[in-house]
């Protein structure tokens, strides 16, 4: 079983969506050239992301409008391929009453899989306190929930492209705030996929743990320490399908919280074999079969249906 957690997928029926400054408009994919990746690399199951960037950028009202057709057509394009795709909920933030009703609609509703939270939402960030009835309706479900980069609040001062470092320090910089909030402490039933092996959270990941000791009244509300909570997140492996990322992230979080993704579109996959990972060929087969597997705890529907017809 072979279960990509990073796919990209574009509204069909709506004007795309809003992108913020900086970042090159994405490619438009359909659920038909999803499939034909899938098959291409012997892809079994794919969790589904809407591009959702800019969303949060205009009226909020006119934001959780279109928020809502998107995930209506995400849930009819999850239920015509339901042995294939698992879905995940766009979010109207930081509206966090019409966010909760949307979660609502996504999962009850439209019966998707989990929920997408970008990293900051016009320059609020995941872990804002302001954000609780939230937390506590993903934690009463256990919900599983897909926090992906954007753009950081901050701006970026070189003109490189965003996704070359820019996202996964805004990786880094909220998960060090999910854990400074209290948020993994006090919600540990929601499920965490951090994108991209978490960014650079691995490699400072003795740095960000030092708050403890070094100011230990900003670290009250994670008594479990840093390191323990990044333990407990599980990590994909989109556009970090490479030796570097994969054992730096071993250093933090066990070989079963590590599940397998592409990030496609956004990076082009190999013109030859049937592997879309030939990056991680240094892992023994075992590891790399449950690697590709490790997403059923995350997507138990979607893997069931798997096994079943295989």
């Given at each position: 079983m072979r279960i990509d957690t990073h796919v990209h997928i574009s509204p069909q029926t709506l004007p795309a969506p809003p992108v913020p400054a900086g970042v090159p408009r994405?490619?438009?994919?359909?659920?038909?050239?999803?499939?034909?990746?899938?098959?291409?690399?012997?892809?079994?199951?794919?969790?589904?992301?809407?591009?959702?960037?800019?969303?949060?950028?205009?009226?909020?009202?006119?934001?959780?409008?279109?928020?809502?057709?998107?995930?209506?057509?995400?849930?009819?394009?999850?239920?015509?391929?339901?042995?294939r795709f698992a879905g995940l909920t766009v979010l109207p933030l930081p509206d966090v009453d019409a966010t909760v009703a949307e979660v609502a609609h996504g999962l009850d509703v439209l019966e998707l899989?989990?929920?997408?939270?970008?990293?900051?939402?016009?320059?609020?960030?995941?872990?804002?306190?302001?954000?609780?009835?939230?937390?506590?309706?993903?934690?009463?479900?256990?919900?599983y929930v897909f926090l992906h980069p954007t753009l950081?609040?901050?701006?970026m001062?070189?003109?490189?492209?965003?996704?070359?470092?820019?996202?996964?320090?805004?990786?880094?910089?909220?998960?060090?705030?999910?854990?400074?909030?209290?948020?993994f402490e006090r919600f540990p039933q929601i499920r965490w996929q951090v994108a991209h092996c978490g960014g650079a959270t691995p490699f400072l990941a003795e740095r960000i743990?030092?708050?403890?000791?070094?100011?230990?009244?900003?670290?009250?509300?994670?008594?479990?320490?840093?390191?323990?909570?990044?333990?407990?997140?599980?990590?994909?492996t989109g556009l970090s399908n490479n030796e570097i990322a994969y054992r730096t992230t071993r250093l933090v979080a066990p070989a079963d919280r590590i599940v397998f993704g592409t990030d496609w579109p956004n990076l082009p996959l190999p013109d030859e074999g049937a592997d879309p990972a030939p990056g991680l060929a240094f892992l023994d087969e075992g590891t790399r079969s449950a690697l590709d597997a490790n997403a059923a705890v995350l997507v138990p529907r979607l893997a069931s249906l798997i096994a079943a017809s295989a």
């Open positions: 994405p490619p438009s994919v359909t659920a038909d050239a999803i499939l034909g990746m899938m098959d291409r690399y012997a892809i079994n199951g794919a969790v589904l992301s809407p591009m959702a960037m800019g969303l949060n950028a205009g009226d909020g009202t006119q934001a959780a409008k279109l928020v809502r057709m998107i995930n209506d057509e995400l849930g009819q394009t999850v239920r015509s391929h339901s042995t899989d989990g929920v997408l939270l970008m990293t900051n939402y016009q320059g609020t960030y995941a872990g804002d306190e302001s954000w609780e009835p939230l937390y506590a309706e993903l934690d009463r479900r256990g919900a950081p609040a901050c701006g001062p070189l003109e490189h492209p965003p996704w070359l470092y820019e996202f996964t320090f805004d990786t880094t910089r909220v998960l060090a705030n999910l854990i400074y909030n209290g948020i743990a030092s708050l403890g000791v070094r100011e230990p009244q900003l670290a009250r509300k994670a008594p479990a320490g840093a390191l323990a909570y990044l333990s407990r997140l599980y990590y994909d």
